[in-house]
């Protein structure tokens, strides 16, 4: 059975400029309209969205695939991943972890 998954996907590496980063992000959600929101600077990028997967290790999978396959399509910086935190939707909710996610948008670190 499917079920929701709260993504947290953190890349990083060289520096880009913090505009050009904002630019691939707009891409990055055009391209998959579910992402919610996300910070940046010019050496890295958080993305929060939501993920649909029967168990965590397959959200996490999918997350893990997430930059690289649009690396190239949304003109993504060729960073790796340096963190990822999924979480399923009722431990979401415990958590409160909702101001970030009801800012929506890109904002910067």
Excluded at 22 to 34: D, I, K, Q, V
Excluded at 71 to 81: I, K
Excluded at 82 to 96: M, W
């Amino acid at each position: 059975m499917q079920q929701m998954w709260h993504v947290c996907l953190t890349v990083g590496g060289d520096r880009h400029e913090p505009a050009e980063v904002l630019a691939a992000l707009e891409r990055l959600s055009h391209e998959r309209p579910f992402l919610m929101s996300g910070r940046y600077d010019g050496e890295r990028a958080e993305v929060r969205y939501w993920e649909e997967a029967e168990d965590c290790g397959d959200a996490c999978a999918l997350a893990l695939r997430l930059w690289g396959e649009h690396r190239q399509s949304a003109g993504l910086p060729a960073w790796r991943v340096i963190g990822l935190a999924v979480v399923s939707q009722e431990e979401h909710t415990r958590r409160e972890d909702l101001p970030l996610a009801a800012a929506g948008g890109w904002r910067p670190f």
